[in-house]
């Protein structure tokens, strides 16, 4: 594997030179944190900064044509509140341009475009509403959240449950901000950093990515003090032709992150070295996470089942060895508990105890319901939002540590494989013959591949979709059965699990 990975000189997302006048903003701040720091918080009002024309001109090289001020940007037409600035982006079914009037009239102050069709409004005019979007997102980071540590997650399996449980965990020691849903693209993240409240603390970042060079616009975009990768596997991996295009694309991680800043990377995943040694090479910290060898910086050492949860052991940099409960099903959420601890280390804040037990998994990310279906008494595993080969994996292993009734799974395929989509299925066979699982009923013409390869002792149903397992339900469950149900999100499995908590 050569690496050939250059840093090329960064060019700055901000187009503009630093103004007086932005400068006056920000030294305002700091005069007023030394000099009176009982006002700093009203500094921070209003909760979200506001924006005129003149930061918004500063910030995207835009023209203005009236003043105004905003504390809440959209892009949507239809979501448009009184007082809000618009954005109108151009995508390739659309064009928020044409949409203008509906804005204004629904309360828009403003609008950032780059076609200054409608001159009766104030406008700023820009090159490219998008980059513009994100500009104005770069100045938020670099004059307005200057108090604000950035933590990035990337990765290929776990980052959202890594996001939310950084996000649940930073939040017992300060004011966190994080991205809704899956706000974790090209227009989602500066989004998410245009909402941030002024006295945000820790702002948490998932970076999602489908093609090359998008990490490494977000992660200019935000300056990063830390940076966790979660792990390099195959999912939405159409637009890369190797785990190693993968490994370098969630590098580019690297470009933004500030000077003297941390990487924090999983040791039990075969692309830690080559992390590690780019970002050693690049000057960053690194700590790492997992059960390598008594070597990383924060070592899970054992993980036991304890009812519908998870309780492990964990040795800190100081030694020190810690006993946690997580109420997941799997071992591979407590990677994201990991990732978090390391997190907590690197900003020096001390781990408090209990420190997960309020968390709960997101619906369909994995969470466990222990239910009565019909006189049968069952676990479900809600696994239905999302699948690739990794988590696929570590669901299908993780279904072996309940050892109490059947197992039974039903998968759906994976999906946005690209060509080895047939092999990512049909390797499944491996995992499902050395676990004990008892039954795989299969969903899907890819995972028709696995269902036909499998020994008849496992060997279950297949289905043509999630609809039709719904109207075959009952031939499937049994008293005690372990059910989980995981398959990509275009399968629809959220379905099968919806009808089996509605009996
Ligand atoms: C800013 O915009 C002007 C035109 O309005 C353009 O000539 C100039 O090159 C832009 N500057 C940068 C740094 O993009
Ligand atoms: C906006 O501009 C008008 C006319 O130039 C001026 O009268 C008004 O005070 C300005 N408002 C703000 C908020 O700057
Ligand atoms: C760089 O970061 C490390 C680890 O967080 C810290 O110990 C060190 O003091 C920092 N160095 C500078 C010059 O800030
Ligand atoms: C993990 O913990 C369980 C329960 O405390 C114990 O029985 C087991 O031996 C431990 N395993 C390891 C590898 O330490
Ligand atoms: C299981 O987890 C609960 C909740 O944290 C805890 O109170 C209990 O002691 C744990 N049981 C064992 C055997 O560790
Ligand atoms: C499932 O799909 C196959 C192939 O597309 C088709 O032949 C079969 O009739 C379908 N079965 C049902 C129950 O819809
Ligand atoms: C599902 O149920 C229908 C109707 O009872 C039955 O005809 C069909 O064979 C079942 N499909 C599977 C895959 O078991």
Known sequence: MSSQFHFVVCISLVAAPIHGFVKSLENDYQKTKENNPSKVEALHSPATFQWNEKHAEIATNGTKTGNWSSTRISID??????????VALKGRHFDGHDFLNEAFAKGAVAAIVSEPKNTNYPLVIVEDTLQAL????SFCIKHILLDTKIIAVTGSVGKTTTKDMLHSTLSQFGVSHTNRGNFNNHIGLPLTILSAPRNCQYLVLEMGMSEK??????SDISKPDIAVITNIEHAHSANFHSLFD??????????????????????????????SSQSYKSG????SFGKHQNTCTIQLLNTTRNGTGLNFKVKLPNNKITN?????????????????????????LELPQNVFEAFKIPNGRGNMHSIQYGDEHILLIDDSYNANPASMKA???????????????????MLELGNERVKFHTELYDCVTKTNVDKVHTVGELMLELHNLLPEAKKGSHFN???????????????????????????????????????
Request: charged fraction near 20%.
């Open 134 to 137: 994100q500009h104005m997102a």
């Open 395 to 413: 669901a299908i292993k993780s279904l072996d540590m309940h050892s109490d009734g059947r197992k039974v799974a039903i998968l759906g395929d």
């Open 465 to 503: 979709s999630s609809h039709q397992v719904v109207s075959n339900l009952s031939d499937i469950i049994q008293n005690n059965d372990i059910i989980l149900v995981k398959g990509s999100r275009g399968m629809k499995m959220e379905l099968i699990v919806k009808a089996i908590l509605s009996v």
């Open 213 to 218: 060079g998008e990490i490494q616009r977000l």
């Open 324 to 348: 946690l409960y997580l109420k997941v099903f799997g071992e591979h959420f407590v990677y994201s508990a990991l990732a978090t601890i390391a997190v907590l280390e690197a900003l020096k």
């Open 77 to 86: 037409s239809k979501n448009i509140k009184k007082g809000d600035l618009f």
């Open 246 to 275: 993968i490994a370098r694309a969630k590098l580019e991680i690297l470009y933004g992150i500030k000077p003297n800043g941390t990487i924090i990377l999983n040791k039990d995943n075969q692309y830690y070295d080559y992390l």
């Open 284 to 287: 960053f910290n690194v700590m």
